[in-house]
């Protein structure tokens, strides 16, 4: 078993120069207001735990990694937005991931909530606990599975038990291309990106990486392509920090048909007369570089007006649907969310549009009971709403297995 140590991080405790300028961009802290659960305060306590000594137990001074320092650690969304203001690059993303491994082998963070996922994942493959047999329930007909595909639709646990429609649009849209392509279905395991987030990082290298990787890589595809912001970031970067570079390229959904539009496989003709603005999830954006591609995407869709948020791209509020907070801090997430979709209004938008399937379900449901006037919907539905046409031709190879 590989247990990180403190002595890991020596060089970003000590290289944190109190500046404070990760505190106000950090959303639980704006939420709750506690010193002690900004990155800076949570650097400084770990550089007096590494610098404790026996002065400090000659006076008594407490300098404990106990409960309460990981609940201050786990006040956090995992959105990455320290990492970026950070002066002296902190890597922040992946720091609070193994801190917070680190705090569940000490035995000070165990979150019902969060084990409870993590039980869900191991036993099920999945995060909602779901029968596994039915991860493929949702592939319609019209699916043109190819036995020898050259690209894999992950669809990832969101969009398998509970988002099934984005998962049908992404079938349109490849079957509208004449993509040769294929879908795992029970071959596929949750990527583990959820988990990560909340410390449980130690499963995902030994067992969730490893397995993904080797059943796409086994299908002969060279392309991975997914619509999930989280399940992006696990391929594209969480998965090639643990176990190296994957066989095959990781796109996004959003990339992928900014790639097929100008190859001339695929054509957006319907116009679509909404004014709409890009929530930038922190897995896709922040945490991965792609700011440009869902715009882009956007821009594609004859007639759709696209208009920002103020806080945009690098400084994308999020949504507070990520690290697992909102499993625990229910209110305060809540809070987060109401705070962006109510700049949405303000930007003019009618619908709010997302690549990641928590932030959707979250903001959907916080604009439904706070009576927020913006319809949230994911990149991938607006994509499929500009198909002329639903029918498509298919490559010769490409035929259904179903
Ligand atoms: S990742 Fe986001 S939520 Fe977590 S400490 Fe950094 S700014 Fe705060
Ligand atoms: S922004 Fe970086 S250097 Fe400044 S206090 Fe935060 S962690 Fe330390």
Same mark, same amino acid.
């Given at each position: 078993?590989?247990?990180?140590?403190?002595?890991?991080?020596?060089?970003?405790?000590?290289?944190?120069?109190?500046?404070?300028?990760?505190?106000?961009?950090?959303?639980?802290?704006? *939420?709750?207001?506690?010193?002690?659960?900004?990155?800076?305060?949570?650097?400084?306590?770990?550089?007096?735990?590494?610098?404790?000594?026996?002065?400090?137990?000659? @006076?008594?001074?407490?300098?404990?990694?106990?409960?309460?320092?990981?609940?201050?650690?786990?006040?956090?969304?995992?959105?990455?937005?320290?990492?970026? +203001?950070?002066?002296?690059?902190?890597?922040?993303?992946?720091?609070?991931?193994?801190?917070?491994?680190?705090?569940?082998?000490?035995?000070?963070?165990?979150?019902?909530?969060?084990?409870? +996922?993590?039980?869900?994942? @191991?036993?099920?493959?999945?995060?909602?606990?779901?029968?596994?047999?039915?991860?493929?329930?949702?592939?319609? *007909?019209?699916?043109?599975?190819?036995?020898?595909?050259?690209?894999?639709?992950? +669809?990832?646990?969101?969009?398998?038990?509970?988002?099934?429609?984005?998962?049908?649009?992404? +079938?349109?849209?490849?079957?509208?291309?004449?993509?040769?392509?294929?879908?795992?279905?029970?071959?596929?395991?949750?990527?583990?990106?959820?988990?990560?987030?909340?410390?449980?990082?130690?499963?995902?290298?030994?067992?969730?990486?490893?397995?993904?990787?080797?059943?796409?890589?086994?299908?002969?595809?060279?392309?991975?392509?997914?619509?999930?912001?989280?399940?992006?970031?696990?391929?594209?970067?969480?998965?090639?920090?643990?176990?190296?570079?994957?066989?095959?390229?990781?796109?996004?959904?959003?990339?992928?048909?900014?790639?097929?539009?100008?190859?001339?496989?695929?054509?957006?003709?319907?116009?679509?007369?909404?004014?709409?603005?890009?929530?930038?999830?922190?897995?896709?954006?922040?945490?991965?570089?792609?700011?440009?591609?869902?715009?882009?995407?956007?821009?594609?869709?004859?007639?759709?007006?696209?208009?920002?948020?103020?806080?945009?791209?690098?400084?994308?509020?999020?949504?507070?649907?990520?690290?697992?907070?909102?499993?625990?801090? *229910?209110?305060?997430?809540?809070?987060?969310?109401?705070?962006?979709?109510?700049?949405?209004?303000?930007?003019?938008?009618?619908?709010?549009?997302?690549?990641?399937?928590?932030?959707?379900?979250?903001?959907?449901?916080?604009?439904?009971?706070?009576?927020?006037?913006?319809?949230?919907?994911?990149?991938?539905?607006?994509?499929?709403?500009? @198909?002329?046409?639903?029918?498509? *031709?298919?490559?010769?190879?490409?035929?259904?297995?179903?």
């Amino acid at each position: 078993m590989v247990t990180a140590k403190i002595t890991d991080w020596e060089d970003d405790i000590f290289a944190c120069l109190m500046c404070g300028y990760c505190a106000p961009v950090c959303p639980p802290y704006q *939420e709750m207001g506690w010193e002690s659960i900004t990155p800076r305060a949570k650097m400084h306590y770990l550089k007096q735990f590494y610098l404790r000594g026996l002065v400090d137990f000659l @006076l008594k001074r407490k300098v404990r990694i106990d409960e309460k320092f990981a609940e201050a650690v786990y006040k956090c969304t995992s959105c990455g937005h320290c990492e970026t +203001v950070c002066p002296v690059d902190i890597p922040f993303a992946k720091r609070w991931d193994e801190i917070k491994q680190w705090l569940i082998d000490r035995n000070v963070a165990d979150f019902p909530e969060h084990r409870q +996922v993590y039980e869900n994942v @191991l036993r099920e493959h999945n995060i909602y606990g779901e029968p596994h047999e039915e991860r493929d329930a949702w592939i319609p *007909e019209e699916a043109k599975i190819s036995t020898h595909p050259e690209v894999i639709f992950w +669809v990832g646990c969101a969009q398998s038990y509970r988002q099934r429609k984005v998962a049908r649009d992404v +079938v349109r849209i490849l079957n509208a291309a004449g993509v040769n392509y294929s879908i795992l279905g029970k071959d596929e395991w949750c990527t583990g990106a959820p988990l990560m987030r909340m410390g449980y990082t130690r499963a995902v290298r030994a067992q969730l990486a490893p397995h993904n990787v080797e059943e796409v890589a086994k299908t002969g595809a060279k392309t991975l392509v997914t619509a999930c912001a989280e399940c992006f970031r696990a391929f594209r970067r969480d998965y090639r920090e643990m176990i190296g570079n994957p066989p095959f390229s990781v796109y996004h959904i959003s990339q992928f048909v900014e790639k097929l539009v100008r190859k001339k496989r695929l054509r957006l003709t319907k116009p679509m007369s909404k004014v709409v603005t890009l929530h930038d999830a922190c897995h896709l954006g922040r945490n991965c570089g792609m700011y440009e591609e869902p715009r882009k995407a956007l821009k594609l869709i004859p007639q759709l007006k696209a208009v920002e948020m103020r806080r945009n791209r690098e400084e994308t509020l999020c949504s507070g649907a990520s690290g697992g907070f909102n499993l625990i801090w *229910e209110k305060e997430a809540a809070n987060i969310a109401r705070r962006r979709l109510e700049e949405a209004v303000r930007s003019g938008a009618e619908v709010l549009a997302t690549t990641c399937p928590h932030a959707e379900e979250h903001m959907k449901e916080v604009a439904r009971r706070a009576n927020i006037p913006i319809e949230t919907v994911d990149l991938v539905e607006l994509i499929a709403g500009a @198909l002329e046409s639903e029918e498509a *031709e298919v490559t010769p190879e490409a035929h259904s297995q179903r």
